[in-house]
């Protein structure tokens, strides 16, 4: 199956900060990648889909400018969350795909905590 | 119509007895069905999937049981044991590869 590497598992930041979060497809080329966020006892809500080379595209109520994705290779996507504040802090998971072979796996997920 | 309604939300289940989690969905055009189970500080991992032309899938303990018509799958997992106890998440799929999740059921198996 598809192999996906998600860094950092865990990482606190003060308020005001940067965040960089990696996704990496380790054994298959990740043409989309999917990024979700999830709050504590709630389903995964879609942040934004990228392609790679190209802009990521938004769902309604995500600030893109907060939120920044960059999937510039077909192997790594960077989620970077700008000037972040603690309604920011969530459990954030990427999705590479490849297409429905590769069944649509998951990373590890990232626990943002601002304080 | 983009939605998948999951129930129940929490399932408590006696150790070997069957966990049963259902979904609905309303768009046809969702092609692809999986599950995932989700454990406490980590992410889903993929568990079973199906395809709307197959009526039941079975891998292990875990089944899927598919109702075309009626725009309803359900998780069966058979010999319930104490390590299934997490949170199970279905899924649809629709255009541009996107997944849309149901609200998810915390399933506690007691010994």
């Known amino acids: 199956g598809a192999v996906v590497s998600q860094h950092p598992s865990r990482v606190i930041c003060k308020s005001g900060t940067s965040v960089k979060i990696e996704c990496r497809s380790l054994?298959?080329?990740?043409?989309?990648m999917f990024w979700y966020r999830q709050f504590p006892k709630q389903s995964l809500m879609l942040m934004a889909t990228s392609n790679e080379g190209s802009k990521a595209t938004y769902e309604q109520g995500v600030e893109k400018d907060k939120f920044l994705i960059n999937h510039a290779s077909l192997t790594l996507s960077t989620l970077t969350v700008t000037s972040a504040h603690p309604e920011d802090s969530s459990f954030y998971i990427c999705s590479p795909s490849g297409g429905k072979d590769y069944g649509y796996t998951f990373g590890s997920g990232t626990r943002l905590t601002v304080v | 119509q983009q939605q998948v309604k999951q129930s129940p939300q929490s399932l408590i289940v006696q150790k070997g007895g069957i966990s049963i989690i259902n979904c609905a969905y309303e768009n046809t055009a969702f092609d692809y069905f999986p599950w995932y189970q989700q454990f406490p500080g980590k992410g889903p991992a993929l568990l079973i999937a199906i395809r709307p032309d197959v009526s039941e899938k079975k891998e292990g303990r875990f089944t899927i049981s598919f109702n075309k018509s009626a725009k309803q799958f359900s998780l069966h997992i058979m010999d319930s044991q104490p390590g299934d106890s997490a949170t199970y998440f279905c899924a649809a799929l629709w255009g541009g590869g996107k997944l849309i999740f149901g609200q998810g059921t915390e399933l506690s198996v007691k010994p």
């Open positions: 054994d298959f080329q990740a043409t989309t």
